[in-house]
Nanobody
Framework: QVQLVESGGGLVQAGGSLRLSCAAS????????MGWYRQAPGKQRELVAV???????TYADSVKGRFTISRDNAKKTVYLQMNSLKPEDTAVYYC??????????WGKGTLVTVSS
């Protein structure tokens, strides 16, 4: 029913940039918040950035000044612009959406690999 489809992951050299996208489909209910989380091998999943319905944003300290989250409410899509990438940014990135009435949904993840 509800699907979150991520795109934009890949391999990039340190200092490079990537832009992740996540589009929600299958629901007519409003999305309260959308965000990006990541999980590196052997580590727990952590919040990267989140954006609320009124476009207030929160970032992890490790990505402040380098990553920018934004959303297009008409397209039900959230973006993550990642600049000045570091090898420690390597992880599977997951899209999250909090949908009114229905609850919390996750994408399947997209792999970002940053080489040194």
């Amino acid at each position: 029913q509800v699907q979150l489809v991520e795109s934009g992951g890949g391999l990039v050299q340190a200092g490079g940039s990537l832009r992740l996208s996540c589009a929600a489909s299958g629901t007519s209910f409003g999305i309260k918040a959308m965000g990006w989380y990541r999980q590196a091998p052997g580590k727990q999943r952590e919040l990267v950035a989140v954006i609320a319905s009124v476009s207030t944003t929160t970032y992890a300290d490790s990505v402040k000044g380098r990553f920018t989250i934004s959303r297009d409410n008409a397209k039900k899509t959230v973006y993550l612009q990642m600049n000045s990438l570091k090898p420690e940014d390597t992880a599977v990135y997951y899209c999250n959406a909090q949908i009114a009435i229905l609850g919390d949904y996750w994408g399947k993840g997209t792999l970002v690999t940053v080489s040194s």
